[in-house]
């Protein structure tokens, strides 16, 4: 196994200010761990980053196509969307057709995560509502399936409802843990949350894209839907959506709450998972950056967008540059050479 250093530092002036520790794992399709960092078998929960697994039982019900749902819905229904207008419009639409309405929601209301989004709300004076929290799309998939299945559409957020269940049982097909072994506890919307090992992250990710590879019809339709949909993933200046732009859709982006992050390299199905110690969003954008560059998946060279993330400036109340955000180190290409550092 490859052995890196993705730990990320803030800087101020020539120093040092603050660190963020990050663990991470790369996994072929074989399930075979090719690269890590720190522990890449960290226990932590997935949070949003299983979301493309959460839609798999209402597509294989056949639910999501009796709807008449298409590739929109997919992508919204995997997102942790930005709060935008048309994320809300499109969210709302779906619980029109399911004939439903935004109460009956599990997912609190939540400020638009992007930028654009908290700028229209705030400046329009619209009530923030159920349909701008980031997890919109999965909760209304979520009810689809709840009531596909002739299931009580209420309390499905919670653990031991079928809706639940049938998730959980979809992470530990796709993760390759048992079921039994799966941390289960509240995410931050409300549903269930599953906590497994790092490295089988990136093995779901890996034998997503895999399976998408070989013309399977449902990861291959979760795949297309957020790779052609990048918006829809994320929003305007959101991460995922840039990356996924930047590379044109040669990696597949998801991310999750407490520096968590998944992906999946499409053209060789190596999947990626990181997760910052601390739970620092700051620090997981460059440091999933970095990892990607390690795999030869991101070029040294990196498109503006990715290289402001990369080196993020930090900025004093008038505009000046004082420090930035950054991987604390270039990491070695391979174990032979060197193994990274540790503090």
Known sequence: MDSFDLDVVVTRGNSVESFHRVHAAAVDACDTLLAGARDPELLTFWRSCA??????PLLESGGFDALGWGEAELAIAC????????????????????GLEEGDLACGPLDPLSPRGAKIARE????????????????????????HNGWSIKGYERAEHPVQQAMLNQVALWTGVRPSEIDVAVDGCGA???????????????????????????????????TRNPFL???????DSILMEESEGRILSKVGAEGVHSAVILDSSIGVAVKV??????????AMIRFLQDLDALPEHLP????????????NSRGDIVGETTVRTSAPRSSDRATAAIV
């Not at 979301?51 to 798999?56: A, D, H, N, Y």
């Not at 997102?79 to 029109?96: C, F, I, K």
């Open 79 to 98: 997102a942790s969307h930005g709060g935008e207008p048309e994320h809300v419009a499109l969210v709302e639409s779906m619980l029109r057709s399911l």
């Open 51 to 56: 979301k493309p697994f959460q839609v798999i």
């Open 233 to 239: 993933v994320g929003g305007t200046d959101r991460f």
């Open 304 to 315: 503006p967008r990715l290289a402001e993330i990369l080196h993020r400036p930090i900025r």
């Open 124 to 147: 329009s004076g619209v009530r923030i509502k159920r349909t701008h929290n980031n997890c919109s799309g999965k909760h209304t998939a979520m009810l689809a399936l709840a009531q």
């Open 192 to 226: 269930a949350v599953f906590g497994l090992p790092l490295d089988h992250m990136a093995r779901a990710y890996a034998r997503l894209g895999a399976a998408a590879a070989r013309g399977e019809e449902i990861p291959a339709r979760i795949v297309n839907a957020m």
């Open 277 to 286: 110690e601390d739970g620092s969003p700051r620090a997981q954008y460059p």
